[in-house]
Protein backbone atom coordinates (compact mmCIF):
# COMPACT_ATOMS: atom_id res chain seq x y z
CA UNK A 1 0.00 0.00 0.00
CA UNK A 2 1.28 3.87 -0.46
CA UNK A 3 -0.26 6.61 1.61
CA UNK A 4 -0.59 9.69 0.80
CA UNK A 5 -2.81 12.95 1.08
CA UNK A 6 -5.60 14.56 -1.48
CA UNK A 7 -4.42 16.49 -3.65
CA UNK A 8 -0.87 14.85 -3.47
CA UNK A 9 0.26 13.53 -6.49
CA UNK A 10 1.07 9.85 -6.83
CA UNK A 11 3.76 8.43 -9.54
CA UNK A 12 3.23 5.28 -11.55
CA UNK A 13 6.35 3.70 -13.27
CA UNK A 14 5.52 -0.06 -14.95
CA UNK A 15 8.16 -2.57 -16.31
CA UNK A 16 7.93 -5.00 -19.03
CA UNK A 17 10.31 -7.47 -17.88
CA UNK A 18 11.42 -9.25 -21.49
CA UNK A 19 14.23 -10.35 -23.38
CA UNK A 20 12.53 -8.89 -26.36
CA UNK A 21 13.30 -5.65 -26.77
CA UNK A 22 10.85 -4.96 -29.05
CA UNK A 23 7.77 -4.59 -27.74
CA UNK A 24 5.87 -1.60 -26.86
CA UNK A 25 3.83 -1.02 -23.29
CA UNK A 26 0.77 0.84 -23.45
CA UNK A 27 -1.69 1.87 -20.48
CA UNK A 28 -4.89 1.55 -22.28
CA UNK A 29 -7.29 1.48 -19.08
CA UNK A 30 -6.41 3.02 -15.43
CA UNK A 31 -9.92 2.59 -12.82
CA UNK A 32 -10.00 3.28 -8.99
CA UNK A 33 -12.35 1.63 -6.84
CA UNK A 34 -13.65 1.85 -3.04
CA UNK A 35 -13.08 -2.10 -3.14
CA UNK A 36 -10.38 -4.11 -4.60
CA UNK A 37 -12.93 -6.66 -5.38
CA UNK A 38 -15.08 -4.71 -7.96
CA UNK A 39 -13.56 -2.65 -10.55
CA UNK A 40 -17.40 -2.11 -12.36
CA UNK A 41 -19.64 -1.04 -10.46
CA UNK A 42 -18.32 2.09 -8.14
CA UNK A 43 -15.19 3.54 -9.77
CA UNK A 44 -13.89 6.12 -10.79
CA UNK A 45 -11.90 6.30 -14.10
CA UNK A 46 -8.60 7.84 -14.57
CA UNK A 47 -7.87 6.21 -18.28
CA UNK A 48 -10.46 4.57 -20.39
CA UNK A 49 -9.65 2.82 -23.76
CA UNK A 50 -6.89 5.12 -24.05
CA UNK A 51 -8.61 7.92 -23.09
CA UNK A 52 -7.16 10.46 -20.53
CA UNK A 53 -10.47 11.10 -17.92
CA UNK A 54 -8.91 12.76 -14.96
CA UNK A 55 -7.63 16.36 -15.58
CA UNK A 56 -4.82 15.76 -12.90
CA UNK A 57 -3.46 12.82 -15.26
CA UNK A 58 0.17 13.18 -17.00
CA UNK A 59 2.74 10.99 -18.66
CA UNK A 60 6.45 11.24 -18.03
CA UNK A 61 9.41 10.53 -20.75
CA UNK A 62 10.91 7.07 -20.71
CA UNK A 63 14.28 6.07 -22.50
CA UNK A 64 12.61 2.46 -23.00
CA UNK A 65 9.41 1.64 -24.74
CA UNK A 66 8.90 -1.33 -22.04
CA UNK A 67 8.55 1.41 -19.32
CA UNK A 68 5.56 3.79 -19.05
CA UNK A 69 5.33 6.52 -16.63
CA UNK A 70 2.56 8.59 -15.15
CA UNK A 71 1.03 10.66 -12.21
CA UNK A 72 -2.17 11.66 -11.23
CA UNK A 73 -3.70 13.80 -8.11
CA UNK A 74 -4.88 12.04 -5.01
CA UNK A 75 -8.31 12.01 -4.63
CA UNK A 76 -11.53 11.99 -2.33
CA UNK A 77 -13.05 9.30 -4.01
CA UNK A 78 -16.16 8.38 -2.38
CA UNK A 79 -17.20 10.06 1.05
CA UNK A 80 -15.70 8.79 4.80
CA UNK A 81 -14.10 5.80 2.13
CA UNK A 82 -10.33 6.33 3.36
CA UNK A 83 -8.99 3.42 0.99
CA UNK A 84 -8.76 3.29 -2.98
CA UNK A 85 -8.11 0.61 -4.79
CA UNK A 86 -6.25 1.07 -8.21
CA UNK A 87 -6.32 -1.39 -11.21
CA UNK A 88 -4.08 -0.64 -14.69
CA UNK A 89 -4.78 -2.27 -17.68
CA UNK A 90 -1.53 -2.78 -19.75
CA UNK A 91 -1.25 -3.66 -23.54
CA UNK A 92 2.09 -5.00 -24.95
CA UNK A 93 2.37 -4.47 -29.11
CA UNK A 94 5.14 -5.28 -31.43
CA UNK A 95 7.22 -2.15 -31.90
CA UNK A 96 6.60 -0.66 -34.58
CA UNK A 97 2.95 -2.11 -35.62
CA UNK A 98 1.13 0.62 -36.52
CA UNK A 99 -1.84 -1.07 -36.79
CA UNK A 100 -1.77 -2.63 -32.69
CA UNK A 101 -3.58 -1.03 -30.23
CA UNK A 102 -0.55 0.76 -29.19
CA UNK A 103 -0.61 2.77 -31.47
CA UNK A 104 -4.14 3.70 -31.63
CA UNK A 105 -4.41 5.82 -28.60
CA UNK A 106 -7.16 6.95 -27.10
CA UNK A 107 -9.90 4.83 -28.64
CA UNK A 108 -13.81 5.85 -29.00
CA UNK A 109 -16.74 4.05 -29.65
CA UNK A 110 -19.50 6.02 -31.97
CA UNK A 111 -22.96 5.25 -29.97
CA UNK A 112 -25.96 2.97 -31.47
CA UNK A 113 -28.90 4.65 -32.98
CA UNK A 114 -32.07 3.64 -30.69
CA UNK A 115 -34.67 2.39 -32.60
CA UNK A 116 -38.36 2.86 -31.98
Known sequence: PYYVDI??????EAYLHSSDSNLVLFVDTCVASPTPYNFTTVTYDIIRNGCVRDSTYATYYSPYRHIVRFKF???????YNPL????????VCRAY?????????????SKREASS
Do not use: M, P, W
Request: aromatic fraction near 18%; charge should be positive; hydrophobic fraction near 35%.
Open 7 to 12: NQNLFV
Open 97 to 109: DYSSRCYQGCVTR
Open 84 to 91: VYLQCELV
Open 73 to 79: NAFQFIR
